[in-house]
């Protein structure tokens, strides 16, 4: 961002490539590129939240894959810790399908199928907000389908709150033993359940990598 002559200009990075939304509608990823993904999007939520931002909407279609990695975009609704929500089930009314990004005036801040259950109840999002997400995604990226599906937003929001998703073995047999109890653990209800930080879950991943190799 600067100014030149009187006109103010903001420079921006070109990136070539698509979201990985987009690549998730082909089916599940191949386990070492999601385990590449879910690397690099945690080392990008690592320096996020050392900074002391929280992303809130963390999903597929803000992350881009492209020839030199994954980009972690949209930093729209992020905020600093400790900021309050207003509580999505006080808001939320009808919407046509349980997937649809709920962003709109008088909905909810954030995409449903991606938001941890404290995010949904209004209470203060923190580091482990995203790490819920981040779960989220690499369940889908797994397992080729979200942690949580419904017939409609409320019934997906239910099931946030109340509910623990399928075992990842049992919807992606082929996962291993170790990393399905890392993801799982990802999406506790309870966020002092789940990894500290997204650094410690960095380190999780790196370690079983080399574990793997």
Not at 123 to 135: F, H, Q, V
Not at 174 to 195: G, H, N, S
Request: some cysteine; glycine content about 8%; charged content about 25%.
């Amino acid at each position: 961002m600067g100014e030149e002559n009187g006109q103010a200009y903001l420079v921006m990075e070109h990136l070539t490539g698509e979201t990985l939304a987009e690549r998730l509608k082909k089916g599940p990823l191949p386990l070492p590129l999601a385990l590449d993904v879910a690397t690099q999007i945690a080392d990008a939520l690592a320096a996020s939240h050392k900074q002391g931002v929280v992303h809130r909407d963390l999903k597929p279609g803000n992350v881009m894959l492209t020839k030199t990695g994954s980009k972690l975009l949209d930093f729209g609704l992020a905020r600093l810790t400790g900021h309050v929500e207003r509580p999505v089930v006080e808001e939320l009314t009808s919407a046509p399908t349980e997937s649809a990004p709920l962003t709109g005036r008088g909905t909810i801040l954030g995409t449903l199928p991606y938001m941890a259950p404290e995010q949904l109840e209004g209470k203060p999002a923190d580091a482990r907000t995203d790490i819920w997400a981040l779960g989220a995604i690499v369940y889908e990226m797994l397992a080729g389908r979200k942690p949580f599906v419904g017939d409609s937003p409320l019934a997906v929001l239910r099931k946030h709150c109340t509910e623990d998703p399928i075992p990842l073995g049992g919807v992606a047999p082929k996962v291993p033993r170790e990393l399905e109890t890392i993801v799982m653990r990802l999406l506790r209800k309870d966020p002092a359940a789940r990894q500290a930080s997204a650094e410690i879950l960095l380190q999780e991943f790196r370690e079983y990598l080399n574990r793997a190799a």
